[in-house]
Nanobody
Framework: QVQLVESGGGLVQAGGSLTLSCTAS????????MGWYRQAPGKQRELVGT???????SYADSVKGRFTISRSDAKNTMYLQMDSLKPEDTAVYYC????????WGQGTQVTVSS
């Protein structure tokens, strides 16, 4: 059973930066892809961005140019570098990994103050 653990959330002022980590209990090399999602209070969970097994990345328009997804196969970890944060980025951030099955982390809170 694969487990995903997010870390790195916190409180930051608008314009600041945070880096989230998602560490898997097994090798992320075996995943077809991984992604970051977020859910703000009262809203549906939405896609932030994905990184495919071959390394290609895609982002939601709302974060394009500000957020960057990367990974370290050696550390079994995916990262989300978030720059130029805005109050509307406030949400619980989740990581997801998929093979033939779907795995989710427990989430980490990001709060951006104005």
């Amino acid at each position: 059973q694969v487990q995903l653990v997010e870390s790195g959330g916190g409180l930051v002022q608008a314009g600041g930066s945070l880096t989230l980590s998602c560490t898997a209990s097994g090798s992320i090399f075996t995943f077809n892809g991984m992604g970051w999602y977020r859910q703000a209070p009262g809203k549906q969970r939405e896609l932030v961005g994905t990184i495919q097994g071959a390394g290609s990345r895609s982002y939601a328009d709302s974060v394009k140019g500000r957020f960057t997804i990367s990974r370290s196969d050696a550390k079994n970890t995916m990262y989300l570098q978030m720059d130029s944060l805005k109050p509307e980025d406030t949400a619980v951030y989740y990581c997801r990994a998929w093979t033939g099955l779907d795995y989710w982390g427990q989430g980490t809170q990001v709060t951006v103050s104005s």
